[in-house]
């Protein structure tokens, strides 16, 4: 395992420069420079005397629907005024430059899709896709009666946001393509997670499993920085273009 320091920069572009297939997990530290907050940050103001993780669950949904629901509607207001950075813009950049390159996502927020990135797979959804909680399918629009959470104009049954919450399990299609993707990569790259939510998490080990090289972008140490091959401590939005600048030389 190697440290960050400025110097690796040049044998990660070599890294990457001598191969094809390269697959990149993003998480929240990602959008951090968006102005998106992450899951650790402290929520702010009504937020603040609640734990993510306490509110993205069917549980709370079932115990308090509007809460719920209109905890989404505030991330969503942050979301919508929130703009690519360089490193999603960096990301886009590198699609373009590898054969066979897969963008994995934890992150709801549309920003990789925004910033040009086509290869994506979006592993816990999309927080501006609503869904029915009791059939399950995408709802597009519905009369807004002032009911928080709306209903079905379907069954009545009460809208949820689409997105995979804890306790959940992944749709196993995207769960297969995630697993396809980090077990046939050559480089395995995690950026801006704190890896420590599961199935996600256990990408990067099966990218090491398949001998892929395996790198971390993250602004702090994470379960997976002392198995990395390489651990780069910084900011995305600094690390990701100079890579790509490298490349492009
Ligand atoms: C599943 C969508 C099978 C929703 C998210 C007990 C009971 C039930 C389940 C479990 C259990 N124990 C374990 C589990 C499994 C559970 C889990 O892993 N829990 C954790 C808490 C231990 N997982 C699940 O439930 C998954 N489903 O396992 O199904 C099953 C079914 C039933 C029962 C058991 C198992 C589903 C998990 C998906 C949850 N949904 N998001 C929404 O958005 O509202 S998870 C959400 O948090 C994110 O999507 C992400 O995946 C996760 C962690 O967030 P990160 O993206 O990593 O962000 P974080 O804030 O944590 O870290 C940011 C990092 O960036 C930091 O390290 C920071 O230093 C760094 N950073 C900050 N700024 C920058 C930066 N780095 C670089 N540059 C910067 N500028």
Redesign the pocket.
């Known amino acids: 395992m190697h440290t960050s320091n400025p110097d690796l920069i040049p044998e990660i572009i070599e890294i990457l420069r001598s191969n094809n297939r390269v697959t990149v997990l993003t998480?929240?530290?990602?959008s951090?420079?968006s102005g998106v907050p992450?899951?650790?940050?402290a929520q702010t103001g009504l937020w603040s005397k609640f734990q993510?993780?306490e509110l993205?669950t069917p549980q709370a949904f079932r115990q308090n629907p509007k809460l719920v629901w209109e905890w989404?509607t505030w991330?969503r207001e942050i979301i919508k005024k929130a703009l690519p950075n360089p490193?999603h813009f960096a990301l886009a950049e590198m699609e373009k430059l590898f054969p066979e390159f897969v963008l994995i996502t934890?992150?709801?927020d549309r920003l990789h899709r925004i910033a040009g990135n086509e290869r994506i797979i979006e592993?816990?959804?999309d927080?501006f896709r609503t869904k029915c909680s009791v059939e399950n399918i995408a709802v597009k629009d519905w009369p807004d009666k002032g009911d928080i959470p709306p209903l079905c104009p379907h069954c009545g049954g009460m809208l949820r946001?689409d997105?995979?919450?804890?306790?959940?399990?992944?749709p196993a299609r995207i769960l297969e393509a995630a697993w396809e993707a980090a077990s046939s990569c050559q480089v395995f790259l995690a950026?801006?997670?704190?890896?420590?939510?599961?199935?996600?998490?256990s990408l990067p080990i099966v990218a090491l499993h398949n001998s892929a090289v395996v790198i971390e972008?993250?602004?702090?140490d994470?379960p997976l920085s002392g198995i990395a091959n390489y651990s780069l401590k910084?900011?995305?939005?600094d690390i990701l273009p100079r890579l790509v600048s490298g490349l492009n030389r």
Do not use: C, K, M
């Not at 998480?27 to 990602?30: M, Q, R």
């Not at 992450?38 to 940050?41: A, K, L």
């Open positions: 998480g929240a530290g990602i951090a420079e992450t899951f650790r940050d993510p993780t993205a989404y991330r490193a934890q992150n709801v592993l816990h959804g927080i946001p997105v995979v919450w804890f306790g959940e399990s992944l950026i801006g997670t704190s890896s420590v939510v599961e199935p996600a998490a972008i993250n602004s702090q994470t910084g900011a995305a939005g």
